[in-house]
């Protein structure tokens, strides 16, 4: 039993660290290959595509789609990679070259411009390495369980640098607890790998956030988004099932359809350069001020339809910040109709990462988690972290009302 517990306390350091590694590694990797697609030197994606000339602008996504496409195509073909959850709940085996196979291939796409998320790499990448770690430990299926679910969150917080938000993800979001030892280990895991990986993905933004004297019209905003941000979410959810495919995609014709979806998107971002990506390119420019009304309304169309294409033709990546930057496109959307109808002057980033929040408690199901992670993301002044918290948990709750409504007109029905 004392070698058990030295052993798991032992472990819990070990995963920070190495999901820290994680993260920094797939960020170095995620800016190698934007660096390369759309050559430039120095800045974020949004400078280089903006810079980068039409010809590579709307080439490059679709080369990128093309390689990406053939290592999948290799990859399935040889063996299946499991998915982490199904690992965690040991339906499957711990494949580990796989997953950090298709975790690379995963950064590759998105560095090339696939409009999807980036966040599941460092998950797969930082479990697998966890697993490899403490492999040979006297730990219980209960232990592993806790402490892969931790890489995979702490792998998130690391490339994020959101030590709480990774903690919540794992033990709310993966595990489903609020058990004091899952979140001890969520919190030093996540801490530990956020810290690790700082020196790559610390990028402090400073931004303008309205008045504390605000805060009443901007609670008022929260509730009057919500049911906004639940029909958001609901159709994104919506649209992100309908592109999934039902099986794995393991034929040649993945590699011309991922690069023809790659064409899609660079042919989109000749006219907004914010598209390719996972999303952090948009939330810069909605978060500066900058977006138009027309510009915001075409991402809030656009987004996800790309990252449905993407899924679609056989990609893999994350649906999280698609999901937060078409949120935060919703809430743009929102404010700059309402400023441009009436004499009230809303914060655009404050109400837009409103949006972000209450939309990713939908696609992701978890409230507090979206509201922590969204602000996190952005570390506005602390009030503002109740009204994205009024908006997630409304949110989510009328999405609770709706499900319980048509589960009860489908009983009476039957």
């Known amino acids: 039993m004392i070698r058990r517990h030295l052993e798991f306390g032992s472990a819990i350091i070990i995963v920070g660290l190495v999901a820290g590694a994680a993260g920094a590694a797939t960020t170095l990797f995620l800016h190698a290959v934007e660096h ?35 290592g999948w195509w290799w990859l399935r073909r040889r063996t299946r990679v499991p998915q982490l959850i ?52 006297c730990l219980t299926a209960q232990d592993r369980q806790i402490l892969l679910a931790c890489a995979a969150g702490a792998g998130l917080g690391a490339v994020y640098s959101v030590p709480v938000g990774g903690a919540l993800f794992a033990a709310r979001v993966l595990l489903g607890t609020w058990q004091p030892r899952v979140l001890g280990t969520a919190l030093i895991t996540s801490a530990l790998a956020v810290a690790v990986a700082a020196p790559v993905t610390h990028d402090a933004t400073q931004l303008v956030w309205p008045d504390r004297r605000l805060s009443y019209l901007m609670a008022a905003s929260a509730l009057a988004l919500s049911p906004v941000a639940l029909g958001v979410g609901l159709a994104f959810n919506r649209l992100m099932a309908l ?16 690069a023809a979806a790659g064409l899609v998107t660079g042919m989109c971002s000749l006219w907004w350069p914010g598209l390719p990506g996972n999303g952090k390119s948009i939330l810069t420019v909605i978060l500066s001020g900058e977006p138009t009304l027309a510009a915001a309304a075409v991402i809030l169309v656009l987004k996800p339809l790309l990252t449905a294409v993407f899924l679609r033709a056989g990609a893999v990546g994350g649906m999280l910040t698609p999901a937060l930057a078409t949120g935060a496109a919703m809430g743009s959307v929102v404010t700059l109709t309402i400023n441009a109808w009436t004499d009230m002057t809303l914060s655009v980033p404050a ?31 602390w009030w503002l972290f109740l009204t994205f918290l009024v908006v997630a948990v409304v949110a989510h709750r009328l999405s609770i009302l709706i499900t319980r409504r048509r589960n009860q007109l489908a009983a009476d029905v039957a």
């Open 86 to 137: 199904d690992v965690m709940t040991r339906r499957e085996q711990m494949g580990r070259l796989p997953l950090i196979t298709d975790a690379a291939l995963q950064i590759f796409v998105v560095g090339s411009g696939a409009s999807l998320g980036r966040e599941g790499a460092p998950r797969q990448f930082a479990a697998a390495l966890g697993d490899f770690g403490t492999s040979r430990w």
């Open 36 to 70: 390369l697609t759309y050559h430039y030197s120095f800045g974020s994606l949004l400078v280089g595509v903006t810079e980068s000339s039409p010809a590579r602008r709307a080439l490059g996504p679709m080369f990128g789609g093309a390689l990406a496409g053939c």
């Open 243 to 258: 592109a999934h495919r039902a099986a794995v995609t393991t034929s040649w014709r993945l590699i011309p359809e991922i």
């Open 351 to 381: 109400v837009a990462l409103m949006g972000a929040a209450g939309v990713v408690a939908i696609t992701q199901r978890a409230p507090l988690w979206a509201a922590v992670f969204v602000w996190e993301l952005a570390r506005p002044p």
